[in-house]
């Protein structure tokens, strides 16, 4: 398995200002995802994030937004600039474990609940 | 990219009660199809998936069932426990190391 730590859990910003979310995994791990969900159901697929390439993002989502960097196997940040209310939501970074046995299991950090004034 | 649906938004059932959880998905090539669950205000943990070399898929009080022609799959949870009480979201994927879509969550409260 991989565990994933992110920080900050919670933050509270506003409109107009940027905020930065990490994500530390426990062991080299090939794709970093994140995933933003609002309101406790609607989880979606922000971008995909590898180790020395720019991020892939989804429908909907921009590297001017939403910057993703990916410096090595074990760290991920994502950027919220320019912040607006409807960006309030809980963003979570994922990944697989590179390491073998349930190679497809996807797991989850704990989550960044942010709330945009 | 994948688009799943999850048909049941929320569902009660009674403790000791069978709940199934409904999901269509639009890519034939999604071929691994994973269930989380999320507790309230935690994290999604891994509950159980089924690939599509099957059609069935069984752990425990938890069965999942694949019909690819429909492109249809469902989450059965038997003699259903308080502790069942959680969103549980279904999601698909065309191999096994791309992206994961998921589906919007079902609500499932299970009353004593």
């Known amino acids: 398995s991989v565990l994933l730590y992110q920080k900050p859990n919670r933050d509270i910003c506003q409109s107009g200002t940027s905020l930065k979310i990490q994500c530390v995994a426990d062991s080299q791990v090939v794709s970093m995802f994140w995933y933003q969900q609002f309101q406790e159901q609607s989880l979606m697929l922000m971008a995909t994030a590898n180790e020395g390439s720019e991020a892939t993002y989804e429908s909907g989502f921009t590297k001017d937004k939403f910057p993703i960097s990916r410096p090595n196997l074990t760290f991920s940040t994502l950027t919220v600039n320019n912040a607006r209310p409807g960006d309030s939501s809980i963003y979570f970074c994922s990944s697989r474990d590179r390491t073998g046995g349930r190679a497809e299991t996807l797991y989850f950090g704990s989550g960044t609940r942010l709330t945009v004034l | 990219g994948e688009k799943v649906e999850q048909h049941e938004s929320t569902l009660s059932v009674r403790e000791g009660d069978s709940a199934v959880i409904n999901c269509t998905y639009t890519?034939?090539?999604?071929?691994?199809f994973p269930w989380y669950k999320q507790e309230a205000g935690k994290s999604l943990h891994f509950v159980i998936d089924?690939?599509?070399?099957?059609d069935r898929k069984q752990s425990q009080r938890l069965i999942v069932l694949l019909d690819k022609k429909a492109k249809r799959f469902s989450l059965h949870i038997t003699a259903t426990q308080p502790e069942d009480s959680a969103i549980y979201f279904c999601?698909?994927?065309?191999?096994?190391?791309?992206?994961?879509?998921f589906g919007d969550g079902t609500q499932l409260v299970v009353k004593p």
């Open positions: 089924i690939r599509s070399n099957v």
């Open positions: 890519d034939t090539a999604s071929s691994y």
């Open positions: 999601a698909a994927s065309m191999h096994s190391n791309n992206r994961i879509f």
